[in-house]
């Protein structure tokens, strides 16, 4: 994460600071000049052997790329890294023209220029060890990575200094295999840093990885043809040279933003060196262990040669691969594919979204092409029907009877032939002109979906265990799809149920709320228009009383008596408007006595049955009973001399009521939902209750409710 945050802070300082960006600029390029002056200058020098020389020239060449990254890094980010690889370059152009200073004796001392380069070149080592601990941006940010890169500066220093104050010459090979050692002991930290990297650092380490993987690719190369050729002479030249690539792939990391192929060129290094790793390796075990050392020239060329044509093989196998094996599929099995090759088009055709019906039209035109088939047929059902989907050719509408007999033995079977299709599926074999027939049946834990019917013409090539083996595998895949897609309509059968139910719901609370308002305006309008005038009448009727009984106490008694009835009036409304809001003799005496009241107040000719049922929850008892009312209600409309029969009983968990009349009865399919159907299942659905209709014209109307206890 603080690598992250530092990167961004100077990536902001880039953009708003262009001062400092200049003053990047300035260090970089002089950094950089610096670096390919000594570089030039270190290849200047006369006096060395060749092999000096030629080294020399490719490390020249090799810390100019350096420098050039460097400065790439510092206009174009990470500033940190680029900070890094100038610094790097131009120590180690330092150490090159100390080096070669020190071997041809030039303006300075041997021992002088022999100590500045030891300590140059260690001091590069510690610094490309920094730098690829710090990757992908310059920033170290733990602190254990901050104190290994501390103490490999101290380690570099101290051998420096020891190097340099003692009396041995610069070893270019041991410089080498320190350097290596170096680097082997960074690349767990880069390890870590690219798991744990996202989007362009991840980028820009992949670029990175893919220059060193080309430049160990060309160090193992050199290294394998040296020791069975005698090629190239100067290894080490080559080794140095090859590391170009990193400073290469630099470049193309910094640039912004990077491109996006570096996994896939990634992955193709890391593929050539594997190979190039395992061919080096067979050739020293065959060539140098089983065998001689070539001495010649000409047994090294021709060692070489070999070397060179399985490089050749090598690199054009897959495409060549590829080419060979589809000329000879067409060769065996005709202009063609293979036969399990419909399997795999299959499976791949099934993560599209393709229709059901065009993927088994897919299938059938692939099976009769792959298999050299004179008919492929699909038949699909999980009834006792199955119907003809698809057919190559057409042959029309078909169907195939399937017994419940039948079904677990189909179901069960493996691919067959023709003997057992015409005792299982005889309808397959009739109107057929002879020919060989297999019949693969599709299922799917145990449940048959259809099956899949291919034929050959009489005198074709025999159906083979191969053939056999790919219808099988078609029929389970084919049996999962079908499967998957009954899944699929099921889901969204059950989502179009719900978004049903929460619409019904939703309008079922504004009824509610609109019903509620309703009532509360009715009960205020009935109190207002009955019993508020019966008790303003009342107010009225004593003030005249307090009036009259001083002068008339005769007369005063009498309208007191008629004040008392007033009264009684008063309270017997009051009692009624509470008995249609709440029924005092439900909560007093419960559901049974309640409905048994009622139906000795209707005009209708009623039966109750409410059998062994107890006192439930208010809401239940309330629910019921208004539901009861109104159906009582609307037969009353409807069939106003039917007999109706009313029954409430306990069952499985739930408490159960029916309305059932012998009424002249309806059509339920056109009869429109009136305010009393839609008040009963809204009644009901609020405490998870449902009500239903059953009703035919000439046959009465029945009524029925649940609701869970």
């Not at 509408?397 to 005889?426: K, M």
């Not at 009532?519 to 019966?534: C, F, I, M, P, S």
Request: with cysteine.
């Amino acid at each position: 994460m603080s690598t992250v945050t530092t990167t961004g802070v100077n990536e902001h300082l880039v953009r708003d600071a262009p001062s400092a960006t200049g003053l990047r600029v300035a260090v970089g390029v002089a950094s950089g000049v610096g670096t390919i002056a000594l570089a030039v200058l270190s290849v200047g020098w006369s006096g060395t052997t060749t092999v000096s020389r030629s080294l020399h020239v490719v490390a020249a060449a090799v810390l100019v790329a350096w420098a050039l990254a460097g400065v790439s890094a510092l206009v174009r980010g990470p500033v940190q890294l680029g900070w890094l690889v100038s610094a790097g370059a131009l120590v180690g152009a330092v150490a090159a023209e100390a080096a070669h200073l020190a071997a041809v004796h030039g303006t300075l001392t041997h021992s002088t220029a022999k100590s500045i380069a030891t300590i140059a070149a260690s001091l590069a080592m510690a610094v490309s060890v920094h730098a690829l601990v710090a990757l992908p941006d310059g920033v170290l940010g733990r602190t254990s990575r901050k104190a290994g890169v501390a103490v490999w500066y101290a380690a570099a220093l101290a051998v420096a200094v020891s190097a340099a104050s003692s009396s041995h010459e610069l070893m270019r090979t041991s410089l080498a295999v320190a350097w290596g050692v170096a680097v082997a002991t960074a690349l767990p930290a880069v390890y870590y840093r690219y798991v744990a990297s996202t989007g362009t650092s991840r980028v820009r380490l992949q670029w990175l990885g893919v220059g060193a993987v080309i430049s160990l690719e060309v160090a193992l190369v050199a290294g394998a043809l040296s020791l069975l050729v005698h090629w190239p002479s100067q290894v080490l030249a080559f080794a140095v040279g090859g590391t170009v690539f990193m400073p290469i792939a630099l470049l193309a990391a910094t640039l912004s933003p990077p491109t996006r192929r570096a996994d896939r060129v990634f992955v193709g290094a890391l593929f050539v060196l594997g190979f190039s790793a395992f061919a080096a390796a067979t050739y020293l075990v065959v060539v140098l262990g089983l065998g001689t050392t070539p001495s010649s020239s000409a047994d090294r060329e021709v060692l070489g040669l070999s070397m060179a044509a399985a490089a050749i093989v090598a690199i054009g196998f897959l495409p060549v691969r590829e080419r060979i094996s589809r000329s000879a599929t067409g060769f065996v099995y005709g202009a063609r594919e293979a036969p399990d090759e419909v399997v795999r088009t299959f499976g791949t055709r099934l993560t599209r979204a393709i229709p059901m019906d065009e993927l088994l039209l897919q299938l059938a035109e692939s099976l009769r092409k792959t298999l050299t088939l004179a008919s492929a047929e699909i038949y699909t059902g999980t009834g006792e029907i199955l119907e003809l989907a698809v057919s190559v050719p057409d042959v029309g509408e078909r169907t195939i009877v399937v017994s419940s007999r039948e079904r677990p033995v189909i179901t069960a079977a493996g691919v067959s032939g023709n003997a057992w299709a015409s005792v299982w599926l005889p309808s397959l074999v009739a109107g057929r002109s002879g020919g060989q027939l297999r019949v693969a049946p599709i299922s799917h834990a145990g449940e048959l979906l259809g099956v899949i019917v291919v034929a050959r013409e009489l005198g074709a090539n025999a159906f083979t265990e191969e053939d056999d083996r790919v219808l099988t595998e078609l029929a389970r895949q084919v049996g999962l799809a079908f499967h998957n897609a009954q899944l699929d309509t099921a889901l969204q059968t059950s989502l179009d149920e719900l978004r049903r139910q929460a619409d019904e719901l939703r309008a079922s609370r504004a009824r509610i709320v609109a019903s509620g308002d309703a009532e509360r305006r009715k009960v205020e309008r009935n109190l207002h228009d009955g019993a508020q005038q019966h008790l303003v009448a009342l107010a009225v009727n004593l003030r005249l009383a307090k009036d009259v009984v001083k002068e008339d106490p005769d007369a005063a008694v009498a309208m007191l008596g008629e004040l008392g009835d007033a009264v009684q009036d008063t309270i017997r409304e009051l009692r009624e408007l509470a008995h249609g809001i709440y029924p005092p003799l439900l909560v007093d005496s419960g559901l049974g006595e309640a409905l048994r009241a009622v139906a000795g107040r209707s005009p209708l000719d009623v039966e109750l049955s409410a059998g062994d049922i107890g006192r439930y929850p208010a809401d239940v008892e309330a629910a019921i009973y208004f539901c009861c009312l109104e159906a009582l209600q609307n037969a009353s409309k409807h069939a106003a001399d039917a007999h109706v029969v009313v029954r409430v009983w306990e069952e499985s968990g739930g408490l159960l009521f029916e309305v059932a009349d012998d009424g002249p009865g309806f059509d339920v399919q056109l009869a429109k939902r009136g305010q009393g159907f839609v008040n009963m299942m809204d009644r009901l659905g609020a405490i998870g209750g449902s009500v239903r209709w059953e009703s035919r014209p000439g046959d009465g109307t029945t009524i029925r409710g649940s609701v869970p206890l």
